[in-house]
């Protein structure tokens, strides 16, 4: 069987697709990637010489070079990771968002439905067992208070055109299962961390200035609380929802580990004065920055549906998790 992968040169697809290969001998792979900033081919070294494995560079937003892989591949199920994901770019250029999340995710997703399904409800023969399964954010939910939890059924509220993008896409997705009968499921999940995630991000930034001496910003007063995923916990789930989840179904992926801003840099600097220590505590580089526009002060998910449906748990809290992520840094930033 043959999968279309988009977006798999970024953070989460780069660490999906050695997974499922390793874990799925009769799946190729076929990863669609635009690499932007944000992909890295580097990033998938380990898998370049697998003869299941191919690399197309191309936009999901050009619907020619996604009919003509569909119908040279045969593609029995798309994985779809493709989006512009960071807030703050959101904010100074959104046009992009609008444009990856909600024109690519309709051209892949029409384009399976076209290549699977004769009509509505009228599946091919021997397409009957495809899937699209559509990877989203918990920040389509919008913010939390200091109690509660968002589940498959919170009430989309997003606040960045990020999350707004992210939430036409799901809504077009939920569209075709209910209108066409399409074989899609969808996953929300929290903040991922971990190895071959972009420099932007907040862990890889507070990293970076940390060993390069610079100051480390922190939003605000560093009290915005996120549930921290480690990227390969998320991929374990990725791969059940995709075999086994229930068809229309959504299902929230979460790591169970809350943790504020604040906390997660001065963590991340003990554990840096442990293992590449200095004069001074990396901690004396901490600063606050001004806060950024529509700031979501907490976000955290009820994973209760995938761990009881389909069996799924973290098997990384986020001090265990930040260890082999801060090594792997430690790693890169030396070269």
Known sequence: MTILVTGGAGFIGSNFIPYILNQHKNISIVNLDKLTYAGELSNLM???????????????????????LFKQYDF????????ESHVDNSIENPDAFIKTNVLGTFNVLDVAKNHWMDEPHQIKNGYENCRFHHISTDEVFGTLG?????????????NSPYSASK??????????????????????CSNNYGPKQHDEKLIPTIIRKALSGEQIP?????????????????????????????????YNIGGN?????????????????????????????????????????RY????????????????????????????????????
């Not at 029995?76 to 989006?83: D, L």
């Not at 929802?241 to 068809?247: A, E, L, N, R, Y």
Request: proline residues 2%; aromatic residues 12%.
């Open 46 to 68: 380990e898998v370049t010489g697998d003869e299941r494995y191919t690399f197309i560079k191309g936009d999901v937003c050009d619907r020619a070079i996604v009919e003509k």
């Open 76 to 83: 029995k199920g798309v994985i779809h990771f493709a989006a």
């Open 146 to 158: 200091k109690t509660g939890l968002f589940t498959e059924n919170t009430a989309y509220a997003p």
């Open 167 to 188: 939430a036409s896409s799901d809504f077009i997705v939920r569209s075709y299962f209910h209108t066409y009968g399409m074989n899609v499921v969808t996953s929300n």
């Open 218 to 250: 922190i939003y605000g007063d560093g009290k915005n609380i996120r549930d921290w995923l480690y990227v390969l916990d998320h991929c374990i789930g990725i791969d059940l929802v995709f075999h086994k989840g229930q068809s229309g179904e959504v």
């Open 257 to 297: 580990s809350e943790r504020d801003n604040l906390y997660i840099a001065t963590t991340i600097c003990d554990l840096l004065d442990e293992l590449l220590p200095k004069d001074g505590s990396y901690k004396n580089q901490i600063t606050f920055v001004k806060d950024r526009p529509g700031h979501d002060f």
């Open 300 to 335: 955290a998910i009820d994973a209760t549906k995938i761990e009881t449906e389909l069996g799924w748990s973290a098997e990384e809290n986020f001090e265990t998790g930040i260890k082999k992520t801060i090594n792997w840094y430690i790693e890169k930033y030396k070269e």
